[in-house]
């Protein structure tokens, strides 16, 4: 068997953990794998004298992780531990310029950075790999790299934040608050450092402009990704749903296509979405991820796995150790950077679908009279209504409040914006209307 493939790690919580306790156990299949053994060499944290669970007194410890990036004992550096800038950013462009490889599962790190330390990257003839920072466990990159390298994807969505789908799942499976159910996920190591990042749709932004780069040949483009995340999101809106035939989900959806002018369009959209009882992704529950592929010769590939998490994340990492010492360098977004596209980022204006709108007014005379006429002078058109109030159990509108639910049939989505812009200050309304697009059946 050949050389090891010598490794750092940077970031010993609940990823790093995962990796070492994986190369351990699994070291024997790991090595026959990728040809030669995967062994660790030295490791970085905060605190050098944290209780991790693993045992780390065969390995160097660097107090300065990015030190790591130009140790003479180290091939491969992984960059476990988060952040778009810092010491994280500063880790990654010290291993390019030392000539070696990155293995990161930062997803903010790539969506915000990934064109820059791709090109550093290829500069330096290294590898830049990060399965794990999309869809966790799931190998959706490898699969759009390579199992459906050969065709042209239009469209790519899909339940990417493990923490804002265990949350949806499990307020709707037992009626427990929001609050109580996000401490639960936090416990479980699924949610950001920083858990607005998950709640707020930050996460699931940043996974989908990495899938839709690697999808679509464009370069990545966070900044024009529209995001909402779940906090306004009611028990009531859940149980509304329900009666519909609906699951509520946060979605991703990237698509392209070409304008009137003949201009590549890049649509992206993270959005808590009505999904209907009968589509795979209104099943998936619980810190589960899934991402549906649109090929146009292989039709809709459904990825699906866990989506968080020590083991199935370290899986991730893991995977791909055992490409770059099987000597897979690749281009880090599929194609090199030099020839991506640079897509003109599109608003919703041209799509057309169904929605959910959700109002809190004022239980009085002419409030429902004065929401259907802004929808009509906007010209959309109403399939449904539901008016809950007066006594709502759970998270019920404030005193002499409703909640008005209605479904639209299919229109265009400037239609609604249209309707909303019309009610916007209208003293009927006690906040701003929700609206959550329903996934196209
Ligand atoms: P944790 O918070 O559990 O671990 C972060 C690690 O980084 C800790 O060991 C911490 O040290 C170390 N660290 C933080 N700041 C510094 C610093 N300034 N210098 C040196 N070390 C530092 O995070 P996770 O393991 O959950 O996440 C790591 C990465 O993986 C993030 O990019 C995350 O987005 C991504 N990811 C996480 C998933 C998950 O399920 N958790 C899934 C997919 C991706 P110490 O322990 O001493 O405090
Ligand atoms: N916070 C992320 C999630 C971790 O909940 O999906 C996995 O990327």
Same mark, same amino acid.
């Given at each position: ?165 265990? &949350? ?25 450092a920083d858990p607005t990042f998950d709640i707020d749709g ?7 402009? &990495?899938?839709?780069?690697v999808a679509f040949g464009t370069a990545t483009d966070f ?24 699951? &509520? ?63 199935p994340t370290a899986s991730a990492v893991v995977a791909d ?13 599929? &194609? ?106």
């Amino acid at each position: 068997m050949s050389e090891p493939l010598r490794i750092a790690l940077a970031g010993l919580g609940t990823v790093g953990g995962g990796v070492i306790r994986l190369i351990e156990t699994n070291a024997e299949i790991i090595a026959r794998r990728a040809g030669r053994p995967i062994v660790i060499t030295a490791v970085s944290a905060r605190n050098r004298g944290k209780d991790r669970g693993v045992d780390l007194s065969g390995y160097h410890w660097e107090d300065d992780m990015v030190i790591l990036g130009e140790r003479p004992d180290v091939d491969v550096v992984v960059e476990l531990v988060g952040g778009a800038d810092g010491p994280a950013l500063a880790l990654a462009r010290t291993t390019f310029e030392a000539g070696k490889a990155l293995v990161t599962a930062n997803k903010a790190m790539i969506a915000h950075h990934g064109i820059e330390l791709a090109t550093r990257a290829e500069a330096a003839k290294a590898a830049l790999k990060f399965e794990a920072a999309v869809a966790g466990g799931i190998p959706v990159i490898k699969g759009l790299k390579e199992g459906a390298a050969a065709n042209a994807i239009q469209r790519v969505y899909g339940i990417l934040n493990g923490t804002c789908n265990y &949350i949806l799942s499990t307020m709707e499976d037992t009626g427990r608050d929001f609050a109580d159910v996000l401490a639960e996920a936090q416990a479980k190591g699924y949610a950001e450092a920083d858990p607005t990042f998950d709640i707020d749709g930050i996460d699931a932004a940043h996974k989908l402009s &990495i899938l839709a780069s690697v999808a679509f040949g464009t370069a990545t483009d966070f900044q024009s990704v529209i995001a909402t995340g779940i906090r306004r999101v009611l028990a009531a809106d859940i149980a509304q749903a329900d009666a519909l035939g609906y699951y &509520i989900r946060l979605i991703g959806m990237a698509e392209t296509d070409v304008d009137a002018h003949g201009n590549r369009r890049l649509f992206q959209r993270v959005h808590p979405h009505l999904v209907h009882r009968d589509h795979p992704l209104a099943h998936v529950d619980g810190a589960t991820n899934a991402v549906v592929v649109e090929g146009n010769f292989a039709g809709p590939l459904l990825f699906q796995g866990a989506g968080a998490g020590d083991g199935p994340t370290a899986s991730a990492v893991v995977a791909d150790l055992i490409d770059i010492a099987r000597g897979d360098i690749g281009a880090p977004f599929s &194609i090199p950077v030099a020839e991506l596209d640079p897509a003109t980022p599109a608003a919703s204006g041209h799509r057309s679908g169904r929605a959910y709108l959700r109002f809190t007014v004022a239980d009085r005379p002419g409030v429902l009279a004065e929401i259907t006429a802004a929808m009509r002078d906007a010209g959309v058109s109403i399939e449904s209504m539901i008016q809950k109030g007066r006594g709502v159990a759970g998270d019920a509108p404030g005193a002499g409040q409703v909640l008005v639910a209605m479904v639209t049939h299919e229109g265009p989505e400037s239609g609604i914006a249209e309707a909303l812009r019309l009610l916007e200050g209208s003293p009927s309304l006690a906040e701003a209307p929700l609206v959550m697009h329903i996934l196209g059946e």
